[in-house]
Every structure is written in structure tokens, then in C-alpha cells.
């Protein structure tokens, strides 16, 4: 794969078709590199280094002004300069990337840290500044693990030193510094961090260096046993719900607002979340999230049925809502159809979610709010572990897709097999709405490529495609119809 990207990328002398062929490959090109652990990346990071500068030779990518998939691109090689430590490679590719991202702050961190000429103080006088860097990428990228990786990447850095000359006592007061900021900077106190401090010295360095970079790649969390029969939550928390008067969204956000307010861990129940994508697997955490992001939900997504609720009106549909959670996204359709005073009758809604919790909550969410029966059916899997029986619906109803704050999810494999098990599992009218923030061209191109299978496959209508912000939420958003013969 490495040798054919590098070919390919030769072929091309211009920006225009490079970022045509990037718009076809990228979903395998991001699939390819996912894969590699770090031993088989270390094994072609001289092709990786060469695929750039055969960039900068051919003249395909510039100082800013790059088409987005070719932004997307460089994110991902900028990304593997920082785990590789491709110092030379970092320095040069940083002025092609867009301005203010998360990466280029990384990758400063990582210049800083590799140029270092005497390690007895340069780690130590260097290291607020270091840490600072790392904690100012984190306000424009939601995924908190990334900045972790990179803290762990400059602690391995300079244990590795520390072991090769054999300074335990170095060693031991570089670690100190990580306690002695921990309260300045929030990075410092994420249990990972904490973790792999604690345990790694100069003693246990060399057996233990590899096994850490190679976990630090799997990014997604652990995933829990999933559960074939859940049933809706049955407690004090629904006996409440139930005796909401009007029970609107807003209203049930609101007991998860007066839950977090009661309790004093709401901070570090903030750090759990990873920025909302962990798997939940504690009770606090379901009240946490509601009230961290559940007007951020309604907004987006209240602005995306806008746009398409009109082609659904006097209409029988179905629901299919993705990694949903709390089923805050049906949830909120269900409100906004009730709000609106509109006629669409939901037939049935399939929920898809890794969290037995998060499902079973959810479903009482919808229990609460629906006025007609509805059909649940829940899919108790993380999106890579679907199969297409998981997707079928066996009616003619159009089905409604909600894709909120997914779609852009690096956690799965957004590729021709994933895409075919929608399009195998679906039939007729079937209505997409994609929304996620707007975090970088990498991440969006996982919208746009989403888009773009369909629209070469099959009969596809553009509904809505936008990228500016609402109120003080970012937003990436591609809202469309498929016809699927």
C-alpha cells in the first residue's frame, strides 16, 4: 500500500487533480495507516517522510490555501510525523498546514522537546512550556486522547534519555514536575497520564517503552460486553421523568442539571467524558452529558430539521439514530415534531449504542416524551460490530438516518464495507442528517466522503450543506436524500 501511495502520488503535478485522487483514496489511505501498529509504522516512516517531500517537489500542496481533502491529508501525515518523532519532517510540514489547529501546537511541543542539548536541564527549564502548548491544542480539537498521547510521547522522550545516561536522578525530579503543575494544567491530571508516570522509570524503560506506544494507538475505549436484552430504566430517576407535567427535552436536561449541581466530583466527572465520546458505563456520567451537551444537541440539530422536516410532513417514517446515546437525537425529533405541531408519525426507532446504560436510559427518554406508540428496537454494538440485519427495517416508510456528532468519530472505520451494509440494509426513500463540529478538514472529510458514496451510487439530493457556527456551537453539517432501487 505504502509503495503504490507514493507512485500515485507522483503522478500528480498539480493541486486540482491531487486533491481529486485524495477525494477518492481517503477513506482507504486513513484505513491503511489506522492499522499499523507502531513497529510497522516505524518500518515505512522513511516512505511516509519521502511521500511529503515528493509533495513539496511536485509542487501539489502550499503554504495555506490548500483544498480541504488535501488538508485532511497533511493532518493525517502531521499526525504520524508526531508519533514517529520525525522531527525534521514536523518542522517543515508545519507552515503547510491550517492556521491554528491542534496539531501545530502539538508539533511545537515536539520540536521543543527534541531539540535538546543537555538534558541534565533543558526537559526541566522547557517543561511548563511544553505542557502549556499540549494544553492549548485541546481548546480546538474534541478529543482529549490525542493530547494525552502527546504528553506520554514528551515523558517517553526524555525517560528514554534519562535511561540511556543512566540519570535516576533526573529522572526522578522530571517526574515531580508533572505533580508539582497538575493543578495549573488540567492535561496533567488525566488518569493515563498519572498511570504511566507513576510506573515508568529508567529501570523498567527499555521492557516497557514499545508496549506503551503501542496501546497509546488504540484510541477507542474499552468496550464493554455487549447485552442482546436491555430493558428501559425502571428507578427513582424514571419515576421522576414520569411525573414531568408536558415532559419537553429541556425539562429532562433540567434533572440532570439540579443531579450535577447536587453532587462535588461534576468536574472530574467532566474529564471522564473525553470531550463526549466515551463509552458510559456509570450512572453520574448519563447525567453528565445531558447537561454538558444536550443544548448543543438541540441546537444543531433543531437547525438541521429545519431543513428537511417539510419533505417529511403527513409521512410515516422510520428512525435509525446512530450512536445515540441517551437517544437525545430521537428524542429531540420527537420533541420538535410535538413543538412544531406537525404530522409525521414515527413508526419505529432503532437504536444503536455500545452503552447498555446509555440505551436503556434512552429508551426511557423516548417512552416519556412519544404521544402514539412506537416500535424501539435497540442495537447494543459499537458501529464497526454491525451487521446488516442490525440496519433492516422491514416496511416501506421512509427511514430518517441521525448522525449526530458521529459521523466524524475516528473510533471507527468509516469504509466501502461499513458503507455497503447501510446501502445492502436499506431500501427506497431514506433521508440522512449529519451533523458534527467543525474541528478540522480531517475530520470533516468523514462527512463528505459519507456524502459522497452515496451521491456516486445512488439517486442523492443535496439538502443542506453548511459549516458555520450556531450560536457558540461549531458546526459541520450535510443533510441529504437517497433513493436506494
Same mark, same amino acid.
Given at each position: 500500500m505504502i509503495n503504490n501511495l507514493k507512485k500515485n502520488i507522483l503522478k500528480y503535478q498539480n493541486t486540482k487533480d491531487f486533491s481529486i485522487y485524495l477525494e477518492n483514496n481517503l477513506i482507504n489511505i486513513q484505513s491503511y495507516f489506522n492499522d499499523l501498529n507502531t513497529a510497522k509504522l516505524n518500518n515505512v516512516k522513511v516512505e511516509i517522510e519521502d511521500i511529503f517531500y515528493n509533495l513539496i517537489d511536485n509542487k501539489t500542496i502550499h503554504n495555506q490555501g490548500n483544498p480541504k481533502f488535501i488538508n485532511a491529508f497533511l493532518i493525517l501525515l502531521a499526525e504520524l510525523f508526531e508519533q514517529l518523532k520525525l522531527t525534521s519532517a514536523i518542522i517543515e510540514i508545519i507552515p503547510y498546514l491550517p492556521e491554528n489547529i491542534a496539531i501545530s501546537y502539538r508539533l511545537n511541543a515536539v520540536i521543543l522537546y527534541s531539540k535538546v542539548n543537555d538534558i541534565s536541564k533543558e526537559y526541566h527549564d522547557k517543561f511548563e512550556k511544553i505542557i502549556f502548548l499540549i494544553e492549548k491544542s485541546r481548546e480546538n480539537e474534541q478529543f482529549i486522547y490525542k493530547a494525552i498521547n502527546s504528553v506520554v510521547y514528551f515523558y517517553l522522550n526524555a525517560m528514554e534519555n534519562f535511561t540511556r545516561t543512566n540519570r535516576d536522578d533526573l529522572a526522578k525530579s522530571f517526574q515531580k514536575l508533572f505533580v508539582e503543575y497538575n493543578l495549573k494544567y488540567d492535561i496533567l491530571r488525566e488518569k493515563k497520564i498519572i498511570e504511566i508516570v507513576s510506573f515508568l522509570n529508567i529501570d523498567n524503560y527499555a521492557n516497557n517503552n514499545q508496549i506503551i506506544r503501542n496501546k497509546l494507538l488504540v484510541t477507542n475505549n474499552r468496550l464493554p460486553n455487549f447485552i442482546k436484552n436491555i430493558v428501559i430504566e425502571n428507578n427513582h430517576y424514571s419515576k421522576?421523568?414520569? @411525573?414531568?407535567?408536558?415532559?419537553? +427535552?429541556?425539562?429532562?436536561?433540567? *434533572? /440532570?442539571?439540579?443531579?450535577? @449541581?447536587?453532587?462535588?466530583? %461534576?468536574?472530574?466527572?467532566?474529564?471522564?467524558?473525553?470531550?463526549?465520546?466515551?463509552? !458510559?458505563?456509570?450512572?453520574?456520567?448519563? =447525567?453528565?452529558?445531558? +447537561? %454538558?451537551?444536550?443544548?448543543?444537541? $438541540?441546537?444543531?440539530? #433543531? %437547525?438541521?430539521?429545519?431543513?428537511?422536516?417539510?419533505?417529511? $410532513?403527513? $409521512?410515516?417514517?422510520?428512525?435509525?439514530?446512530?450512536?445515540?446515546?441517551?437517544?437525545?437525537? %430521537? /428524542? *429531540?425529533?420527537?420533541? #420538535?415534531?410535538?413543538?412544531?405541531?406537525?404530522?409525521?408519525?414515527?413508526?419505529?426507532?432503532?437504536?444503536?449504542?455500545?452503552? +447498555?446504560?446509555?440505551?436503556? @436510559?434512552?429508551?426511557?427518554? !423516548?417512552?416519556?416524551?412519544?404521544?402514539?406508540?412506537?416500535?424501539? $428496537?435497540?442495537?447494543?454494538?459499537?458501529?464497526?460490530?454491525?451487521?446488516?440485519?442490525?440496519?433492516?427495517?422491514?416496511?416501506?416508510?421512509?427511514?430518517?438516518?441521525?448522525?449526530?456528532? !458521529?459521523?466524524?468519530?475516528?473510533?471507527?472505520?468509516?469504509?466501502?464495507?461499513?458503507?455497503?451494509?447501510? /446501502?445492502?440494509?436499506?431500501?427506497?426513500?431514506? =433521508?440522512? !442528517?449529519?451533523?458534527?463540529?467543525?474541528?478540522?478538514?480531517?475530520?470533516?472529510? @468523514?462527512?463528505?466522503?459519507? #456524502?459522497?458514496?452515496?451521491?456516486?451510487? =445512488?439517486?442523492?439530493?443535496?439538502?443542506?450543506?453548511?459549516?458555520?457556527?450556531?450560536?457558540?456551537?461549531?458546526?459541520?453539517?450535510?443533510?441529504?436524500?437517497?433513493?436506494?432501487?
Open positions: 421522576i421523568l414520569k @411525573r414531568i407535567q408536558n415532559p419537553t +427535552f429541556l425539562k429532562i436536561r433540567e *434533572l /440532570s442539571v439540579d443531579y450535577i @449541581r447536587d453532587i462535588s466530583n %461534576s468536574n472530574e466527572l467532566h474529564y471522564q467524558l473525553n470531550q463526549g465520546v466515551t463509552i !458510559i458505563e456509570k450512572k453520574d456520567l448519563l =447525567y453528565k452529558y445531558l +447537561f %454538558s451537551y444536550g443544548k448543543m444537541h $438541540k441546537a444543531k440539530l #433543531y %437547525s438541521s430539521f429545519d431543513t428537511v422536516i417539510h419533505k417529511l $410532513k403527513n $409521512k410515516t417514517i422510520n428512525i435509525i439514530d446512530w450512536g445515540c446515546g441517551q437517544a437525545l437525537a %430521537s /428524542s *429531540l425529533l420527537i420533541d #420538535y415534531i410535538k413543538e412544531k405541531n406537525i404530522n409525521i408519525i414515527i413508526s419505529n426507532i432503532t437504536l444503536i449504542e455500545p452503552s +447498555f446504560m446509555a440505551l436503556s @436510559r434512552g429508551m426511557l427518554h !423516548i417512552d416519556v416524551l412519544k404521544d402514539s406508540e412506537i416500535d424501539i $428496537k435497540v442495537v447494543n454494538k459499537d458501529i464497526d460490530r454491525l451487521e446488516e440485519i442490525d440496519l433492516k427495517i422491514h416496511n416501506d416508510n421512509i427511514t430518517l438516518h441521525l448522525f449526530s456528532n !458521529i459521523l466524524d468519530v475516528e473510533f471507527f472505520r468509516l469504509d466501502k464495507g461499513f458503507l455497503e451494509k447501510i /446501502s445492502n440494509s436499506q431500501q427506497k426513500f431514506n =433521508y440522512f !442528517i449529519c451533523v458534527s463540529p467543525n474541528i478540522n478538514d480531517k475530520r470533516n472529510a @468523514r462527512l463528505d466522503m459519507f #456524502y459522497k458514496y452515496f451521491d456516486e451510487n =445512488y439517486e442523492t439530493e443535496i439538502i443542506s450543506a453548511r459549516d458555520n457556527d450556531i450560536g457558540i456551537y461549531k458546526r459541520y453539517e450535510k443533510v441529504f436524500k437517497v433513493h436506494i432501487r
